[in-house]
């Protein structure tokens, strides 16, 4: 055969509708440099969450325990709150990021460790600022039950 009826062929085998849908162009991610940041470190009793922000409070980067691979109890883990920092490592050296405010909030365990592996992966800490939210008062309590 010559190479006209072979091209003719593989034309032919192709289905045209899928061959009339245009390839979708996926955008370039563009490069982040930041020197101050602030780092959201949320732990729950069954999650690790920490997010990067730049400093006026938009979220650059995330991870979390789940995210990481974890399930179940061990999502609440110190281990993983590191493993989760870990985890944004590479976008603190690829944006330059060097120095961070530290917003927490939560009472998990996760939440010295995570800020244990932020100064680990050599960012200077500025503050530290627990943001866990603490009832003044709290709902009504239950009435007294009678036997």
Known sequence: MTEEVKEKEAQETV???VSAV????????SKISLKKGIAFVNATY???MVSIADSSGNVVAWASAGKAGFKGPKKSTPY???IVVRALAD???QSGLSQVDVHIKGVGMGRDAAVRALSGLGLQIQSI???TPVPHNGP???KVRRV
């Open 140 to 142: 009504r309590a239950k």
């Open 80 to 82: 993983a709150a590191g």
């Open 129 to 131: 600022k627990d943001k």
């Open 91 to 93: 976008f603190v050296k």
């Open 46 to 48: 069954n999650n690790t």
């Open 22 to 29: 245009p390839a979708k162009k996926r955008k370039k991610k």
């Open 15 to 17: 289905d045209p509708a």
